[in-house]
């Protein structure tokens, strides 16, 4: 049994809430933007907040065998004590990214991410019939990323403008009480939109709403079995255009 921490449940709704208060407010006090639709000022950075979520993973199935006695070979087959099947599960997350536009369209961005999720492990098909159990822990999950975001057209609203992401970056994860750590690479891609609320017309600087839907594998860190896992991700937040 694992003790809650709601801080990072706490950190994700104060987010939420800051935006929906902003939203309310500044949505419709701004005349809409010119006829080319609002974009970033190349070389100028952009900051944003957002409260995120991030998806279950399947760590791996693992069997622990031992070998049978055997008369008459010199290889006896193999006995299955137990399996374990471990998940990495959904949980809250608070994100921070600084981008920066290269131009009206192209823009590189580092953020930052952290997470409690827990990690699950299912113990089951004991070889002397003792009664499956599941053992959980909480994990800290840590991620820092680079991304190039590509600004599309605009859509629907003179307001708002669709976008590509994809990129990579490392995982640091620690297991409960910081007993082991463990470490990884990531790598995303996925697609969102942009809502600008004030500004970001001619050049103006801007504030809005962004939100964010991507695809993320990983390899290393907490994991029992060899190759790359996968798991969705989603954010939506506030940006600042300077």
Known sequence: MTAECPGLRIAACTVWVALALLVTRAASAQPPPGPSGPAFRPWRPVVSVAGAWTGAQHLGRVSAETRRAAVGTA??????????????GGAPAVEVALALPLTTRWAVAVRGGVSTPTLTTAISAD???APDVAVTEEVSDYTVDVSVTYQLARLGGRRARPFLVAGGGYVRQLHEDNVLVETGRSWHGGAGLRWWLRGGDRGASAVG???EARWVWRTGGIAFTDGARSQPAASIGLFVGF
């Open 127 to 129: 070889a002397e019939a």
């Open 75 to 88: 290889t006896p087959p193999a006995f299955t004590l137990f399996t374990t099947e471990s998940t990495l």
């Open 209 to 211: 709403v962004v939100g």
